[in-house]
């Protein structure tokens, strides 16, 4: 007579045991530290392996005594199989929105509602960038949602339905149009990221051109592009001009420092390959007021970027910097800032050429992902390596976002009469949204006021050393 199904022998006390409470001590970990995917995975497999190696043995313990307890035996490793799918269900990752830093409780689903009232218009030219279009109107899509403002979307239209039917965004970009959040500007041929900079002269109805033209206009309070920074900075001279009394802008990034909540404003970085003192002195006023009103810095610290401490060092345009620098009155001069200082947190504003400034922006973008390639390539050394890099992968991609000046979306055209924000070519989606709070956080301080009557000065002054002579 074939024995019962419950005389089958099973896993023993402490196997019923260990597996469940492991289960469990697991999932109470993961809810609490936003567990590691690839941790995940690896005990979700094993969860697996383990609930069929279980069927088999029982099913091999029990073949002898005929096919029914064969069946029970299969559906036991089945069992397990649900077992560890159901598991990887419940362990679903926790995934880290990097959109909430960006929010600060202003909008979207996890901030108070958005007062229409309280939006304003930024000009957003389409065209610009690597990817351009589809994922420039992605972000300013996920923009609209989470921030107070509307865009005006400038780009040939070709090219915007292409991208909204491979991207799938009809719907969204609907409902935005019917919000009155979005609305569409069809353009002329775009300026290429390879073509000259002086090539928005000839094309005058290019989508950087339009959308400077809406800010000079008054119909948008900001412009954003990720197009050609050379063409971006020309058509923002042609067409909405310098401030008086600043004879070059320049481009003003946003660095992080040690300190999360403190970042330190770099200009200029890329805009003039040759500078004067003369230059260097007027960008630490422009850079002070944005400081002051954007970032909230009561008194900003400005630094002359330098290979020392010390007045007597440094290059030739260092030396006769310097003490324009140290006369001035209208900001709080903090001397030389040598560049392991620029990301201390002990200045507020540092101002160099912008050759150096662009070398100084290249080598920040590339550090974080060089430390998380590093890092992951030397901790997984060993049993004990393998599982502390586990838990501790997603604090590294956090790390590298901190570090990666891609993240922080764009960086600011100071000294044109105008809010403009040049974003990275390969902006994606994210990098969009994180420009666009840029430009309307710039836009909402009224930095352009203090900058204007700073400009009002320049001006009298000059008039006053005519008069003078």
Same mark, same amino acid.
């Not at 007579?1 to 099973?10: C, F, H, R, Y």
């Not at 119909?219 to 310098?242: D, H, P, Q």
């Given at each position: ?10 896993p023993g006390p402490s196997q019923r045991r260990t597996r469940p409470r492991a289960i469990r001590r697991l999932v109470i970990w993961y809810r609490r530290n936003a567990a ?144 009155g959040l979005l609305e569409l500007v069809p353009s002329g041929v775009s300026v290429g990221m390879n073509e000259e900079a002086t090539v928005v002269r000839k094309k005058r ?49 946003? /660095? ?76 709080? /001069? ?20 912008? /050759? ?114």
């Open positions: 007579m074939p024995p019962k199904p419950s005389d089958v022998p099973g590691v995917t690839t941790l995940v995975d690896t005990a979700t497999s094993a969860g697996s392996a383990a609930g069929s190696m279980a069927g088999s043995m029982a099913g091999s313990m029990v073949s002898t005594a005929g096919s029914a307890l064969s069946t029970a035996g299969s559906v036991a490793g089945a069992a397990g199989s649900v077992a560890g799918a159901a598991a990887n269900t419940v362990l679903q990752p926790l995934v880290f929105d990097p959109l909430r830093r960006l929010q600060q409780g202003v909008g979207g689903s996890e901030g108070t509602p958005i007062n229409d009232a309280e939006r304003l218009w930024v000009a957003v030219d389409g065209m610009g960038g690597d990817v351009a279009p589809g994922p420039i109107l992605e972000g300013c899509l996920k923009a609209v949602q989470l921030l107070p403002l509307r865009v005006k979307f400038v780009a040939e239209a070709s090219a915007v339905e292409a991208a909204v039917a491979e991207l799938d965004l009809g719907d969204a970009l609907a409902a935005a149009q019917q919000e109805d290019a989508s950087i051109n339009l959308a400077m033209d809406l800010v000079k206009e008054g119909a948008a309070t900001a412009v954003y592009s990720a197009g050609n920074s050379g063409a971006v900075m020309a058509s923002a001279i042609f067409r909405l001009g310098r401030l008086k009394g600043i004879d070059r802008p320049a481009i003003g990034a946003l /660095f992080p420092t040690k300190d999360p909540e403190q970042q330190v404003l770099v200009l200029d970085v890329g805009a003039n390959m040759d500078s004067k003192p003369a230059y260097l002195h007027q960008w630490a006023l422009l850079g002070n007021i944005y400081s002051r009103d954007v970032l909230q810095v009561a008194q900003p610290r400005i630094g002359l970027l330098n290979i020392g401490e010390e007045e007597c060092k440094g290059n030739e345009l260092a030396l006769k910097t310097y003490p324009l620098m140290a006369e001035e009155r209208r900001f709080q /001069f903090a001397g030389n800032c040598e560049g392991r200082d620029v990301l201390s947190g002990d200045f507020d504003v540092v101002v160099c050429d912008g /050759f150096t400034g662009n070398v100084l922006l290249k080598f920040l973008e590339s550090v974080g992902s060089v430390l998380l390639d590093v890092l992951k390539a030397e901790l997984p050394r060993g049993r004990r390596g393998k599982v502390g890099s586990a838990f501790l992968i997603s604090n590294l991609r956090r790390i590298k976002k901190r570090l990666d000046h891609a993240e922080h979306g764009g960086a600011l055209l100071l000294g044109v009469n105008g809010v403009c924000v040049i974003g990275h070519g390969s902006s994606k989606a994210l990098s969009v949204v994180s420009a666009l709070r840029l430009a309307h956080s710039a836009a909402n301080h009224r930095v352009m006021d203090d900058l204007q009557r700073l400009s009002a000065e320049a001006g009298d002054a000059a008039e006053s050393a005519v008069a003078c002579g």
